[in-house]
C-alpha cells in the first residue's frame, strides 16, 4: 500500500486504466433534459441514525420471477457472510430476471426481515427512479464487479 500523502502518478497504470477528460462514454450522450426527479427531503437524519444502517456490496447468485406476482424478482444474494441472502424487489417492469445474475449490486441488509407472497425477503437492494414526462424510470445500483461481496459502504 501507498501512503494517502504519496505524490499520485499515473505512469505505472495500464491504458485502460487512465482516466481521459474527453467524453468517450455513451453516458455522455444521454440527454437529461426531460428528467424529474423527486424534490430532496426537507427532514434531516442524524448521523448517528445514519450510520446504524449497513450497506454492503452484494453478488446476485441467481435471480428468478416469483410466481403469481409481475412485479416481484426474488434475489438470492451473496452478502459476504458465507449465508446466501434472499431479498424480494418489485422491479420485474425493468429487468428480466437472467440478465442480473452474475452483477453486483448494493442493499441495504439490516431491514427488519419483511414477508411478501409468503416469502421472506431480508433488505432492500437500492434502485435509482427518475421519471421522463409520464413514464417511470428505475435503474438498479449496480457496481464494479471488481467490489467483492460483503464489502461495507461508508
Given at each position: ?144 464487479p471488481h467490489i467483492p461481496a460483503g464489502a461495507k459502504?461508508?
Amino acid at each position: 500500500m501507498k501512503p494517502l500523502d504519496a505524490p499520485k502518478t499515473t505512469d505505472s497504470l495500464p491504458l485502460e486504466g487512465k482516466v481521459s477528460a474527453q467524453p468517450t462514454d455513451e453516458v455522455d450522450k444521454i440527454d437529461f433534459s426531460n428528467v424529474v426527479v423527486e424534490p430532496l427531503f426537507a427532514d434531516t437524519v442524524d448521523f448517528e441514525t445514519f450510520s446504524r444502517s449497513d450497506f454492503r456490496a452484494v453478488k446476485v447468485l441467481s435471480c428468478e420471477a416469483v410466481k403469481k406476482s409481475k412485479k416481484l424478482l426474488k434475489f438470492t444474494l451473496d452478502d459476504g457472510s458465507g449465508t446466501e441472502r434472499v431479498i424480494l424487489s418489485g422491479i420485474h417492469a425493468y429487468y428480466e430476471p437472467e440478465e442480473l445474475v452474475g452483477k453486483t449490486c448494493i442493499a441495504i441488509t439490516n431491514l427488519p426481515p419483511r414477508a411478501m407472497m409468503g416469502i421472506e425477503s431480508c433488505g432492500m437492494l437500492i434502485s435509482a427512479v427518475h421519471h421522463e414526462g409520464e413514464d417511470e424510470k428505475l435503474h438498479l445500483l449496480m457496481v464494479d464487479p471488481h467490489i467483492p461481496a460483503g464489502a461495507k459502504l461508508y
